[in-house]
């Protein structure tokens, strides 16, 4: 082979970048999903419950990632971590924060004390880590510190067929999925260690605002079950759902040991949190993840810093570090009014953001802006962020193929990738609305479950 013609040779991007755009095949089998989803269950129930509540939750097919975005994936969730282990960065993102967020609960904390980091706390379980991908490009677009779906991920790759030979290598293996389980089990035993707590976990608490009410409901039941069949006790409850008795927070005649904190109430301010807020700051139950992760990972203003080279340098951010982040995190700042004018002039290549927004409400592209809403960005807390278009992933259609968006979800802890999955939609935003679209695994050479292993 010539120089000039290895040189015409495709990269690993543009080959995986290709088949999100030439391969059709199917590989969820639906009957499969079906059965593993009444098994997951241990009673009948689960899999109509799916196609009633969310029958787009799952794709039918794939989203292929080469091997670098994945790896570039890992070493930003690092580098945010190297961050956010800093006093510095700390001080000021608490400082910007309710109260509430400078309360640290833990080993050696005292009531009220405020957050530092000497003494060990929990960190908060299931961080969801969002990028776009187009051509390479891969920009992080915001952090969760209550992303849903990883259960359901771990059910979908289940569910996982070859159309070919070639596919066979890339479909998550069996072990990668116990793995995957065996993990997230071992971290909320992992943040009741670090709450300080003798003796063993035993009974955890699962909750959202009308959590039978939630399009992801059945996530919490898979959960449940994961858990029993680790010989913990588990419950699916509302925040206004429990007692206070004999200094502990219970649930019926269960004593709740920590709570799995799915609320969107990130500070705990509404009334019906109340109950929940006292017992967490009384250190009667251990909540994971806590005001104090929400103000220091996912407050929007926090990409604010972390694509900014001189707010970086100031804080002494490591120079390897702040490429890490400047080179995967989209130019963001926070919506100022004395800089309408410029920011307007530039909306086109810009996405809006509320500071404390969650499941895309209230975002906008700045094309799609009208001047009514540009004033109600204006009057309430904003972020401007530089746009990055997502990815494409063709599927088949009834005519013709069909486009649909996609981004990448990395479930991470404790500085760690556990999962990475893709999500599949039309319209502005995720919606779990399309047709075709939901969860879709990634394939990669990458062992997409463990890519910080390659």
Same mark, same amino acid.
């Given at each position: 082979?010539t120089?000039?013609?290895?040189?015409?040779?495709?990269?690993?991007?543009?080959?995986?970048?290709?088949?999100?755009?030439?391969?059709?095949?199917?590989?969820?089998?639906?009957?499969?999903?079906?059965?593993?989803?009444?098994?997951e269950?241990?009673?009948?129930?689960?899999?109509?419950?799916?196609?009633?509540?969310?029958?787009?939750?799952?794709?039918?097919?794939?989203?292929?990632?080469?091997?670098?975005?994945?790896?570039?994936?890992?070493?930003?969730?690092?580098?945010?971590?190297?961050?956010?282990?800093?006093?510095?960065?700390?001080?000021?993102?608490?400082?910007?924060?309710?109260?509430i967020?400078?309360?640290?609960? !833990?080993? !050696?904390?005292?009531?009220?004390v405020?957050?530092?980091?000497?003494?060990?706390?929990?960190?908060?379980?299931?961080?969801?880590? $969002?990028?776009?991908?187009?051509?390479?490009?891969?920009?992080?677009?915001?952090?969760?510190?209550?992303?849903?779906?990883?259960?359901?991920?771990?059910?979908?790759?289940?569910?996982?067929?070859?159309?070919?030979?070639?596919?066979?290598?890339?479909?998550?293996?069996?072990?990668?999925?116990?793995?995957?389980?065996?993990?997230?089990?071992?971290?909320?035993?992992?943040?009741?260690?670090?709450a300080?707590?003798?003796?063993? /976990?035993a009974?955890?608490?699962?909750?959202?605002?009308?959590?039978?009410?939630?399009?992801?409901?059945?996530?919490?039941?898979?959960?449940?079950?994961?858990?029993?069949?680790?010989?913990?006790?588990?419950?699916?409850?509302?925040?206004?759902?429990?007692?206070?008795?004999? !200094?502990?927070?219970?649930?019926?005649?269960?004593?709740?040991?920590l709570?799995?904190?799915?609320?969107?109430?990130?500070?705990?301010e509404?009334?019906?949190?109340?109950?929940v807020?006292?017992?967490?700051?009384?250190?009667?139950?251990?909540?994971?993840? $806590?005001?104090?992760?929400?103000?220091?990972?996912?407050?929007?203003?926090? /990409?604010?810093?972390?694509? $900014?080279?001189?707010?970086?340098?100031?804080?002494?951010?490591?120079?390897?570090?702040?490429?890490?982040?400047?080179?995967?995190?989209?130019?963001?700042?926070?919506?100022?009014a004395?800089?309408?004018?410029r920011?307007?002039?530039?909306?086109? !290549? /810009?996405?809006?953001?509320?500071?404390?927004?969650?499941?895309?409400?209230?975002?906008?592209?700045?094309?799609?802006?009208?001047?009514?809403?540009?004033?109600?960005?204006?009057?309430?807390?904003?972020?401007?962020?530089?746009?990055?278009?997502?990815?494409?992933?063709?599927?088949?259609?009834?005519?013709?193929p069909?486009p649909?968006?996609?981004?990448?979800?990395?479930y991470?802890?404790a500085? $760690?990738?556990?999962?990475?999955?893709?999500?599949?939609?039309?319209?502005?935003?995720?919606?779990?609305?399309?047709?075709?679209?939901?969860?879709?695994?990634?394939?990669?050479?990458?062992?997409?479950?463990?890519?910080?292993?390659?």
């Amino acid at each position: 082979m010539t120089t000039e013609s290895a040189n015409r040779q495709p990269s690993d991007a543009q080959q995986f970048e290709a088949l999100n755009h030439e391969c059709f095949c199917f590989s969820l089998d639906r009957e499969a999903l079906a059965g593993a989803l009444e098994s997951e269950l241990g009673q009948p129930g689960l899999s109509a419950l799916v196609r009633e509540r969310c029958p787009y939750v799952f794709a039918a097919q794939p989203v292929f990632v080469a091997p670098q975005p994945l790896r570039q994936i890992a070493q930003v969730v690092r580098a945010v971590e190297a961050v956010v282990a800093m006093p510095a960065y700390r001080d000021r993102a608490l400082a910007e924060a309710p109260a509430i967020a400078r309360t640290r609960t !833990g080993a !050696g904390a005292s009531v009220g004390v405020s957050a530092g980091i000497g003494a060990s706390a929990p960190r908060g379980v299931f961080f969801g880590y $969002d990028f776009h991908l187009n051509h390479g490009r891969l920009g992080l677009i915001e952090i969760n510190t209550n992303a849903g779906g990883a259960m359901l991920n771990a059910l979908l790759a289940r569910a996982q067929r070859a159309c070919c030979e070639a596919m066979a290598g890339l479909l998550p293996t069996p072990a990668s999925i116990l793995a995957f389980e065996q993990r997230v089990v071992d971290m909320f035993r992992e943040e009741w260690r670090l709450a300080g707590r003798e003796g063993p /976990l035993a009974t955890i608490a699962i909750i959202d605002e009308h959590p039978e009410q939630q399009y992801l409901y059945p996530e919490f039941l898979l959960f449940t079950h994961l858990f029993l069949r680790h010989g913990l006790r588990a419950v699916i409850a509302g925040p206004g759902d429990f007692e206070w008795r004999e !200094g502990r927070l219970w649930h019926g005649e269960r004593a709740i040991d920590l709570i799995y904190n799915r609320l969107t109430d990130f500070y705990l301010e509404q009334p019906a949190s109340a109950l929940v807020r006292e017992a967490w700051l009384q250190q009667a139950v251990v909540l994971t993840p $806590d005001p104090r992760a929400h103000a220091l990972y996912a407050d929007k203003r926090r /990409l604010a810093i972390f694509s $900014d080279r001189a707010q970086l340098q100031a804080l002494g951010v490591p120079e390897p570090v702040q490429q890490v982040l400047l080179d995967s995190v989209p130019l963001t700042e926070t919506v100022d009014a004395a800089h309408a004018d410029r920011l307007w002039a530039a909306r086109r !290549g /810009l996405f809006f953001k509320p500071v404390a927004g969650y499941g895309s409400r209230a975002a906008y592209r700045g094309d799609k802006l009208t001047r009514r809403v540009w004033d109600e960005i204006l009057a309430g807390d904003y972020v401007a962020q530089a746009l990055v278009v997502p990815g494409e992933r063709l599927i088949e259609g009834q005519d013709a193929p069909v486009p649909l968006k996609f981004d990448l979800r990395a479930y991470a802890y404790a500085g $760690d990738v556990q999962w990475v999955a893709a999500r599949l939609y039309q319209g502005q935003t995720t919606n779990f609305r399309t047709p075709g679209g939901g969860f879709a695994p990634v394939y990669s050479t990458v062992d997409a479950a463990a890519p910080t292993a390659a």
